[in-house]
């Protein structure tokens, strides 16, 4: 049973940039794919990026070309280095198991504390 700590989050400036990290207390090696997810307050969650154990990496239309995620198995820790930060990017930001889809169901039965972006306008 992994445990997921979310951690790197902040108070930034549109435009500028973030890298949160998510660090699993057991190896995520059994988790074909993570992933990085996001809530506002008042919406509903979304998932932003994922990534399988191959490396194989698949994002939202709304982060495309200014998220990264990435995966460090070794080091039981999935990444998401966030650039050009929009206000719209404001939420509270989890790492999760994930569908490939982006539009499939998300997990229901452990989520972490997450992490505050706040991005400023």
């Known amino acids: 049973q992994v445990q997921l700590v979310e951690s790197g989050g902040g108070l930034v400036q549109a435009g500028g940039s973030l890298r949160l990290s998510c660090e699993a207390s057991?190896?995520?090696?059994?988790?074909?794919?993570m992933g990085w997810y996001r809530q506002a307050p008042g919406k509903q969650r979304e998932l932003v990026a994922v990534?399988?154990?191959?490396?194989?990496?698949k994002y939202a239309d709304f982060v495309k070309g200014r998220f990264t995620i990435s995966r460090d198995n070794a080091k039981n820790t999935v990444y998401l280095q966030m650039n050009s930060l929009k206000p719209e990017d404001t939420a509270v930001y989890y790492c999760?198991?994930?569908?490939?889809?982006?539009?499939?169901?998300?997990?229901?039965?452990?989520w972490g504390q997450g992490t505050q972006v706040t991005v400023s306008s």
């Open positions: 057991g190896s995520i090696l059994s988790i074909d794919v």
């Open positions: 990534i399988n154990s191959g490396g194989s990496l």
């Open positions: 999760n198991e994930a569908p490939w889809n982006l539009y499939g169901r998300h997990p229901t039965d452990y």
